[in-house]
């Protein structure tokens, strides 16, 4: 919707009602799609799979699923109109108290697969309850009409062409990224699965910060790119992949070296999971590095094709390797299995953007112009 929003706010501003009022109706409709088809097969794949209570699981799932997508549509189009602030302050703080609420629960006790997908999928809806209401009292009452007459056939086949790809990646990255943890409860003690949650968090946290930038260089990325500026979308790519570099290689290394001294002091009674912490620490630079160049320019550039079928091989591939690895290995052979499927697919998507958009990784000297410079579009 970023990419919309921003193409139409400059080409047809005529039709931007008409493009919230459509792309809220493909909200409600995926939505209504998702629960529908979770409803009629989740029952046979527990039954399937012979796992009591994954239907209830599958059920959370599909909130987080639905309430991500609605988050990432209304945030899509505050972006377009160039608010990055609303999605980015909402991210961080709803992110920081869910942070608080694991540690806490880590804490206390033990965490469950039912918590652990309760209380992602509770702070999702928060999410995006929080930046629909936003939306809605500070731009839509003021600036749009969101009536079911002004929905257009025409924008709602761009948009279903467009996104449907990127839907599809996501709900494959949900497979590539959380179908781990699904597997663990099958295979694994409730121990394993806490140590698998406690080295994700962290492993996490560092990358936290990446969606809001994300979110701010992907308009301009758009604007630029339709532009026909190559030079000066390589130089956003230099200083992009430079400002992500640097962290992320600072916290590898601490996360190689002394995982131990980071476990004792947030979650002592898991230092266990410090090997787990050193498996995934080689991926995290890569991890970094793919985020900005995927979300930022992949997406932003009309290449969503792409990565949806990166991100599908990534899935099918991760599932065989968790099936194999992790009933032997429990959750080391869960991140050998993610460091190996994720750094390959990253490797895969920056070669595809050296050929296709001739963008290629070079680092910069950082100064404060040049930083300024990245949030800064020539007309």
Known sequence: MAKYTAEYSITAKDKLSALVTTGLVN???NALIACLSILILSPVIEHFMNQPGLTRLLII???FIISRVGMEMVGGILRGLHDFAIPSKISAVVTCVEIVVYYIWFSLSDISLTAIFVVRSLFFLIQFILIYSLFYFQYARKYFSIRINLFDKEIFISIIKYCLPIGFSFLSYYLYTKVD???LGIFSPDEEIARYNVADLLFQLPLMGLAA???VISPKVTNVFYAKQHERMQHIFSLSITLVTIPMTLFTVLFFAVPEFILNIIFPQYVSASVLLRILAPLLILKGIGQVAA???LVSTGHPRILAIITAVGAVMNVIFDLLLIPPFGAEGA??????IHSLAILFSLYYISKTLH????FKKLNSSMLKSIFTVKQ
Do not use: D, E, P
């Open 295 to 297: 979300g930022g320019f």
């Open 335 to 340: 991140f050998v299995t993610t460091t190996v």
């Open 213 to 215: 930038y994300i979110s």
């Open 27 to 29: 909200l409600g409709a």
């Open 359 to 362: 963008l290629k990784i070079r």
């Open 181 to 183: 943890i699904l597997i």
């Open 61 to 63: 799932g599909s909130i």
